[in-house]
C-alpha cells in the first residue's frame, strides 16, 4: 500500500541557500550537516536494526494507531515512564514488557503492536527506518526558523508518520513526476561535450569528460539559494517557476541525502535547462573565485584541470545554457543516421552518490549581479570539418568504416587515416602555448587568448537599458569604455563617444582585465538589413600590442555567427585601415547599397571597409587549428621525405642501346608523387585564364545534362547526403569562386569539376538518372577543356 503527500506546484521552498537540512544537534554547515547527519542517522539505522525484536516493537509502538476492542483513537504508545532528554546511556535497560500501560489511551503496548507480529525481520526494518527518519525530519521542523521551509518539512514529516501507520511506502504525489524537463542536464552537457569537442584527439576529449564529469557532481550536491533570497537578487526573475522547482529539488533530491526512505534522484538527472539557467551564474562565479583562494589546497595533478581548463570549459558551456537557438537542447540533437540516440552513460554519468571530487560547496561571498551576455568562444571546431550541421559530421578519431575505405577517392585527396594517424603523433598547440610566444609565427592572439583561458581578461557584451534597473557595474564599465575611446580616439568629440556608448540601440563588446575596461568594440546591428556597423574600435595605449584587437574582434565575430547576421560595415580613417585589414576587412563591400544607405553614419575622411563572416569559421581559435593544419602538413611532408629517400637503382637500360623510356618506368617516380596526366599549356595570363574558364564553365551549365548539378543538393531531397559526400560541389559554388578569381590555375578549376560527377557516382546508383547525366556531361566538360588547350587531344 501506498501513502502520498500532495506537493502543489506552489508550495513554499524549503532550507536556506548554502545550506542542508542538518542532522538532529547538528548545524546546517557542510560538513556537519551533509556528510555528518547522513553518517549520524545511518549508524543510528544500524544500531536499531540490530536491536532485539522486543525494543524494535516498543520503537514502533510509539507511532502505531492503538489496536485495542473499543475503537481507540489513540495514534501512538506512550511511555509511562518517558526517558529523560537527551536520554543516559546508563541507565537505559534492553527489558521491554509488552503489558505496559500507554500513558494516553491506558492500553497495554501489546495491543498498539499486534499488527506486527507476522511481519518479517525485513520490513521491521524497513519500517524502523522510516521512525528514524520522521525523528530527524521532527528535530529540522523545530530547529527550522523559516516558517515556509518548516511548513514543507512538516508535511514530508506527515508523510512519513502515515507511511507508518498504514505500513505503506512513502510516496510523493505531485502534478508531475521526475523527470521535470527533457533533455536533462546530464544529456545536455553531453550533447555540449559533443557538439563542441568530438573533434579532439582521444586523450584530450578525456580530459573535456572528466571536466564534465566534476561540473554534473557540482551540480547534485549544490545548495540552492531560497526562492526568497532570489527575489531579492533578481526581481524580474520567473518567482513561480523557480519556487516549483526548488521545491521538486529539495524533495526529490536533497532531504532524501538523509531520509533515504524517500525516493532519491540525481538533480541532473531530472532537471533541464530551466534549473540549470536559474543557478549557472552564482555556481560559475562562486565555483571560480573557491578555486583561486584555494589553489594551494589542490592536488598538483589537478591544478592545471582546475584553473586553467575548468573556467574555459564552463565559459563556453554558459554560452550554450543561455542562447535561445542552441541545439545541445534539442531531443533528437544524437539522432544518427540509424535513428539511435547514443546513450548518456557512454559519455559523462556523475557519481551515483559520491562527494565533490575537488570543491566543497560551501557559499563564497561573491558579487553575484548579472553582468549583461558573455561571449566566449563559440565553438573549436575539427580541423577536418567541411560540414558544420550537428549530426552529420564523423569524429575524426574514429577509424574508417569499410564503406569509407571503398569510396572512390577524388584526385588529391589525403586519406582520413593518414590524418588520423599523423593527428595522434602531433601535440596540440594551443596545450603548450608558452612555447611559441616569442616565435615569429605565433599568432596575433595567441597572447590574449591564453590570458583568457587563464581568467586574466574577460570578454562581455555589454549596453544600457531603459527598461531594466541600471546594473553599477555595468555603467561603470559603459564609463570606463567611454573613457578608453576618448582618449585613443582624440578627433572624435567627446559628447558624440558619450551618447553613443550609453544609446541603447547600440552595444559594446568590452575588455575587461583586473576588474577594469581596457579596450572594447562598440557597434550597432541592424538584422532586418544583415549587417552590423562597427562604430569605435579602441584598446587603451598601455595594453597594446598583445594581440586584443584581433581577438576582440574575432569575440565580435563569433558573437554575430551566432545572432546570424553576417556582415560588418565600419568607416576607418587612414590609422585603422591597416588594422581592419588584418581583421578580414576590405574596401569591396558585399552589402548591397540600397541596404545600408541611410542606415549607417557617413564620416568625412574615412574609408567605408566591410567584412562577411563565414558561420563554419571558429574565430577565436581559428589560429590554433591553423596552426594544427600546419603540423600536419608539416608531418605528411615528412613521411613523404621519409619514403622518397629511398635509393632506387639506376638505369642501365641506354648501355644497351635504348635511347628514351617513358618517365613511368623510372624507378621510384611514382613514390615522389608524380602522375601521368595529359599535358597542356598553364595560361600565365590571370585574365586569359578567367575568360577561358569563364566560357567553358558557360558552355558546361548550358548543356541539358547539366540540370542536377546545378545548385547545391539539398537535405530535404537527398537525406543523409552530407554524411556521405565530404566535399559537396556544385555549379553555382564553382560560379562563385570564378568571380571571386579563386581559380589560379585550370587543375583548381578541373579539379572542382571532377569533384561533382565523383560525387554523383558515388552517392546515386549506376542505373540512375543523376549517375547517367554525370557521364555525358564529363564527356561534354573533357571535350571543351580539350578544345581551348587546357589539356592535349
Given at each position: 500500500?501506498?501513502?502520498?503527500?500532495?506537493?502543489?506546484?506552489?508550495?513554499?521552498?524549503?532550507?536556506?541557500?548554502?545550506?542542508?537540512?542538518?542532522?538532529?544537534?547538528?548545524?546546517?554547515?557542510?560538513?556537519?550537516?551533509?556528510?555528518?547527519?547522513?553518517?549520524?542517522?545511518?549508524?543510528?539505522?544500524?544500531q536499531?536494526?540490530?536491536?532485539?525484536?522486543?525494543?524494535?516493537?516498543e520503537?514502533?509502538?510509539?507511532?502505531?494507531?492503538?489496536?485495542?476492542?473499543?475503537?481507540?483513537?489513540?495514534?501512538?504508545?506512550?511511555?509511562?515512564?518517558?526517558?529523560?532528554t537527551?536520554?543516559?546511556?546508563?541507565?537505559?535497560?534492553n527489558?521491554?514488557?509488552?503489558?505496559?500501560?500507554?500513558?494516553?489511551?491506558?492500553?497495554?503496548?501489546?495491543?498498539h503492536?499486534t499488527h506486527?507480529?507476522?511481519?518479517?525481520?525485513?520490513?521491521?526494518?524497513?519500517?524502523?527506518?522510516i521512525?528514524?527518519?520522521?525523528?530527524?525530519?521532527?528535530?529540522c521542523?523545530?530547529?527550522?526558523?523559516?516558517?515556509?521551509?518548516?511548513q514543507?518539512?512538516?508535511?514530508?514529516?506527515?508523510?512519513?508518520?502515515?507511511?507508518?501507520?498504514?505500513?505503506?511506502?512513502?510516496?510523493?504525489?505531485?502534478?508531475?513526476?521526475?523527470?521535470?524537463?527533457?533533455?536533462?542536464?546530464?544529456?545536455?552537457?553531453?550533447?555540449?561535450?559533443?557538439?563542441?569537442?568530438?573533434?579532439?584527439?582521444?586523450?584530450?576529449?578525456?580530459?573535456i569528460?572528466?571536466?564534465?564529469?566534476?561540473?554534473?557532481?557540482?551540480?547534485?550536491?549544490?545548495?540552492?539559494?531560497?526562492?526568497?533570497?532570489?527575489?531579492?537578487r533578481?526581481?524580474?526573475?520567473?518567482?513561480?517557476?523557480?519556487?516549483?522547482n526548488?521545491?521538486?529539488?529539495?524533495?526529490?533530491?536533497?532531504v532524501?541525502?538523509?531520509?533515504?526512505?524517500?525516493?532519491?534522484?540525481?538533480?541532473?538527472?531530472?532537471?533541464?535547462?530551466?534549473?540549470?539557467?536559474?543557478?549557472?551564474t552564482?555556481?560559475?562565479?562562486?565555483?571560480?573565485?573557491q578555486?583561486?583562494?584555494?589553489?594551494?589546497?589542490?592536488?598538483?595533478?589537478?591544478?592545471?584541470?582546475?584553473?586553467?581548463?575548468?573556467?574555459k570549459?564552463?565559459?563556453?558551456?554558459?554560452?550554450?545554457?543561455?542562447?535561445?537557438?542552441s541545439?545541445?537542447?534539442?531531443?533528437?540533437?544524437?539522432?544518427?543516421?540509424?535513428?539511435?540516440?547514443?546513450?548518456?552513460?557512454?559519455?559523462?554519468?556523475?557519481?551515483?552518490?559520491?562527494r565533490?571530487?575537488?570543491?566543497?560547496?560551501?557559499?563564497?561571498?561573491?558579487?553575484?549581479?548579472?553582468?549583461?551576455?558573455?561571449?566566449?568562444?563559440?565553438?573549436?571546431?575539427?580541423?577536418?570539418?567541411?560540414?558544420?550541421?550537428v549530426?552529420?559530421?564523423?569524429?575524426?578519431s574514429?577509424?574508417l568504416s569499410?564503406?569509407?575505405?571503398?569510396?572512390p577517392?577524388?584526385?588529391?585527396?589525403?586519406?582520413?587515416e593518414?590524418?588520423?594517424?599523423?593527428?595522434?603523433?602531433i601535440?596540440?598547440?594551443?596545450a603548450?602555448?608558452?612555447?611559441n610566444?616569442?616565435?615569429?609565427?605565433?599568432?596575433?592572439?595567441?597572447?590574449?587568448?591564453?590570458?583568457?583561458?587563464?581568467?586574466?581578461?574577460?570578454?562581455?557584451?555589454?549596453?544600457?537599458?531603459l527598461?531594466?534597473?541600471?546594473?553599477?557595474?555595468?555603467?561603470?564599465w559603459?564609463?570606463?569604455?567611454?573613457?578608453?575611446?576618448?582618449?585613443?580616439?582624440?578627433?572624435?568629440?567627446?559628447?558624440?563617444?558619450?551618447?553613443?556608448?550609453?544609446?541603447?540601440?547600440?552595444?559594446?563588446?568590452?575588455?575587461?582585465?583586473?576588474?577594469?575596461?581596457?579596450?572594447?568594440?562598440?557597434?550597432?546591428?541592424?538584422?532586418?538589413?544583415?549587417?552590423?556597423?562597427?562604430?569605435?574600435?579602441?584598446?587603451?595605449?598601455?595594453?597594446?600590442?598583445?594581440g586584443?584587437g584581433?581577438?576582440?574582434?574575432?569575440?565580435?565575430?563569433?558573437?554575430?555567427?551566432?545572432?546570424?547576421?553576417?556582415?560588418?560595415?565600419?568607416?576607418?580613417?587612414?590609422?585603422?585601415?591597416?588594422?581592419?585589414?588584418?581583421?578580414?576587412?576590405?574596401?569591396?563591400?558585399?552589402?548591397?547599397k540600397?541596404?545600408?544607405?541611410?542606415?549607417?553614419?557617413?564620416y568625412?575622411?574615412?574609408?567605408?571597409?566591410?567584412?562577411?563572416?563565414?558561420?563554419?569559421?571558429?574565430?577565436?581559435e581559428?589560429?590554433?587549428?591553423?596552426?594544427k593544419?600546419?603540423e600536419?602538413?608539416?608531418?605528411?611532408?615528412?613521411?613523404?621525405?621519409?619514403?622518397?629517400?629511398?635509393?632506387?637503382?639506376?638505369?642501365?637500360?641506354?648501355?644497351?642501346?635504348?635511347?628514351?623510356?617513358?618517365?613511368?618506368?623510372?624507378?621510384?617516380?611514382?613514390?615522389?608523387?608524380?602522375?601521368?596526366?595529359?599535358?597542356?599549356?598553364?595560361?600565365?595570363?590571370?585574365?586569359?585564364l578567367?575568360?577561358?574558364?569563364?566560357?567553358?564553365?558557360?558552355?558546361?551549365?548550358?548543356?541539358?545534362?547539366?540540370?542536377p548539378?546545378?545548385?547545391?543538393?539539398?537535405?530535404?531531397?537527398?537525406?543523409?547526403?552530407?554524411?556521405?559526400?565530404?566535399?559537396?560541389?556544385?555549379?553555382k559554388?564553382m560560379?562563385?569562386?570564378?568571380?571571386?578569381?579563386?581559380?589560379?590555375?585550370?587543375?583548381?578549376?578541373?579539379?572542382?569539376?571532377?569533384?561533382?560527377?565523383?560525387?554523383?557516382?558515388?552517392?546515386?546508383?549506376?542505373?540512375?538518372e543523376?549517375?547517367?547525366?554525370?557521364?555525358?556531361?564529363?564527356?561534354?566538360?573533357?571535350?571543351?577543356?580539350?578544345?581551348?588547350?587546357?589539356?592535349?587531344?
Open positions: 500500500m501506498a501513502d502520498s503527500a500532495v506537493i502543489q506546484q506552489g508550495s513554499p521552498a524549503i532550507g536556506a541557500a548554502g545550506s542542508v537540512p542538518a542532522a538532529p544537534g547538528a548545524g546546517g554547515t557542510e560538513g556537519s550537516g551533509a556528510a555528518g547527519g547522513s553518517a549520524r542517522i545511518a549508524v543510528k539505522k544500524a536499531l536494526r540490530s536491536s532485539p525484536r522486543p525494543k524494535k516493537l520503537k514502533l509502538g510509539v507511532y502505531s494507531s492503538c489496536k485495542a476492542e473499543g475503537a481507540c483513537k489513540c495514534n501512538g504508545w506512550k511511555s509511562q515512564n518517558p526517558p529523560p537527551p536520554p543516559r546511556t546508563d541507565q537505559q535497560s527489558t521491554v514488557n509488552l503489558q505496559e500501560p500507554c500513558r494516553s489511551c491506558s492500553h497495554t503496548l501489546g495491543d503492536v506486527l507480529e507476522n511481519v518479517s525481520e525485513e520490513e521491521m526494518n524497513r519500517l524502523l527506518g521512525v528514524l527518519d520522521v525523528e530527524y525530519l521532527y528535530t521542523v523545530h530547529k527550522e526558523e523559516d516558517a515556509d521551509t518548516k514543507v518539512y512538516f508535511s514530508l514529516f506527515k508523510l512519513l508518520r502515515k507511511s507508518i501507520l498504514q505500513m505503506g511506502k512513502p510516496m510523493l504525489e505531485a502534478q508531475e513526476s521526475p523527470p521535470f524537463e527533457k533533455p536533462s542536464i546530464e544529456q545536455g552537457v553531453n550533447n555540449f561535450v559533443q557538439y563542441k569537442f568530438s573533434h579532439l584527439p582521444s586523450k584530450e576529449r578525456q580530459t569528460v572528466e571536466l564534465a564529469k566534476m561540473f554534473l557532481n557540482q551540480i547534485n550536491y549544490w545548495q540552492l539559494e531560497t526562492p526568497s533570497q532570489r527575489r531579492l533578481v526581481p524580474n526573475d520567473d518567482a513561480a517557476g523557480y519556487k516549483a526548488y521545491t521538486r529539488w529539495l524533495c526529490y533530491c536533497n532524501p541525502q538523509f531520509c533515504d526512505s524517500l525516493p532519491r534522484y540525481e538533480t541532473t538527472q531530472i532537471f533541464g535547462r530551466t534549473l540549470l539557467r536559474s543557478v549557472f552564482v555556481m560559475r562565479k562562486q565555483l571560480l573565485e578555486a583561486r583562494q584555494e589553489k594551494d589546497k589542490l592536488p598538483p595533478e589537478k591544478r592545471t584541470l582546475i584553473l586553467t581548463h575548468f573556467p570549459f564552463l565559459s563556453m558551456l554558459e554560452e550554450e545554457v543561455y542562447s535561445h537557438s541545439p545541445i537542447w534539442s531531443q533528437d540533437f544524437l539522432a544518427g543516421a540509424s535513428g539511435g540516440q547514443i546513450p548518456i552513460h557512454t559519455v559523462i554519468a556523475a557519481p551515483p552518490v559520491a565533490p571530487l575537488y570543491y566543497s560547496t560551501s557559499p563564497v561571498s561573491v558579487d553575484t549581479s548579472n553582468c549583461g551576455s558573455v561571449s566566449p568562444a563559440r565553438k573549436a571546431a575539427s580541423v577536418l570539418e567541411s560540414n558544420p550541421v549530426g552529420e559530421k564523423r569524429k575524426a574514429e577509424p569499410h564503406e569509407e575505405n571503398k569510396r577517392r577524388v584526385v588529391g585527396d589525403i586519406p582520413m593518414l590524418i588520423n594517424e599523423v593527428m595522434s603523433t601535440t596540440d598547440p594551443a603548450i602555448p608558452e612555447t610566444l616569442l616565435s615569429a609565427h605565433s599568432a596575433r592572439d595567441e597572447a590574449a587568448r591564453i590570458e583568457e583561458r587563464r581568467g586574466v581578461i574577460e570578454f562581455h557584451v555589454i549596453g544600457n537599458s527598461n531594466q534597473k541600471p546594473n553599477k557595474r555595468i555603467l561603470m559603459l564609463v570606463g569604455l567611454q573613457n578608453v575611446f576618448s582618449h585613443q580616439l582624440p578627433r572624435m568629440p567627446k559628447e558624440y563617444i558619450t551618447r553613443l556608448v550609453f544609446d541603447p540601440k547600440h552595444k559594446t563588446l568590452s575588455l575587461i582585465k583586473d576588474g577594469r575596461v581596457i579596450g572594447g568594440i562598440c557597434f550597432r546591428m541592424f538584422p532586418s538589413q544583415g549587417f552590423t556597423e562597427i562604430v569605435f574600435c579602441a584598446v587603451t595605449s598601455n595594453e597594446q600590442v598583445k586584443y584581433t581577438h576582440l574582434m574575432n569575440h565580435l565575430k563569433e558573437y554575430h555567427i551566432k545572432h546570424e547576421i553576417l556582415n560588418f560595415l565600419t568607416y576607418a580613417d587612414e590609422y585603422a585601415i591597416g588594422y581592419f585589414k588584418k581583421q578580414g576587412f576590405s574596401k569591396d563591400i558585399k552589402v548591397s540600397a541596404k545600408y544607405v541611410g542606415y549607417i553614419k557617413d568625412e575622411g574615412a574609408t567605408l571597409m566591410g567584412c562577411e563572416l563565414n558561420p563554419s569559421i571558429p574565430y577565436t581559428f589560429s590554433v587549428i591553423i596552426k593544419q600546419k600536419i602538413i608539416k608531418k605528411l611532408i615528412e613521411r613523404k621525405q621519409a619514403q622518397i629517400r629511398k635509393v632506387y637503382p639506376g638505369l642501365s637500360c641506354f648501355k644497351e642501346g635504348v635511347r628514351q623510356i617513358p618517365i613511368e618506368c623510372i624507378p621510384g617516380i611514382r613514390e615522389t608523387g608524380w602522375k601521368p596526366v595529359g599535358k597542356g599549356k598553364e595560361m600565365k595570363d590571370p585574365d586569359q578567367y575568360s577561358t574558364l569563364k566560357t567553358i564553365l558557360q558552355h558546361v551549365k548550358s548543356h541539358q545534362n547539366a540540370w548539378f546545378m545548385e547545391p543538393v539539398k537535405k530535404t531531397e537527398a537525406p543523409g547526403y552530407y554524411q556521405e559526400i565530404r566535399f559537396p560541389m556544385d555549379l559554388t560560379s562563385e569562386r570564378l568571380k571571386s578569381r579563386y581559380y589560379t590555375t585550370r587543375k583548381l578549376f578541373m579539379a572542382d569539376m571532377q569533384r561533382i560527377f565523383t560525387n554523383c557516382r558515388e552517392y546515386n546508383l549506376p542505373e540512375s543523376y549517375y547517367k547525366c554525370a557521364n555525358l556531361l564529363e564527356k561534354f566538360f573533357y571535350t571543351k577543356i580539350k578544345e581551348a588547350g587546357l589539356i592535349e587531344k
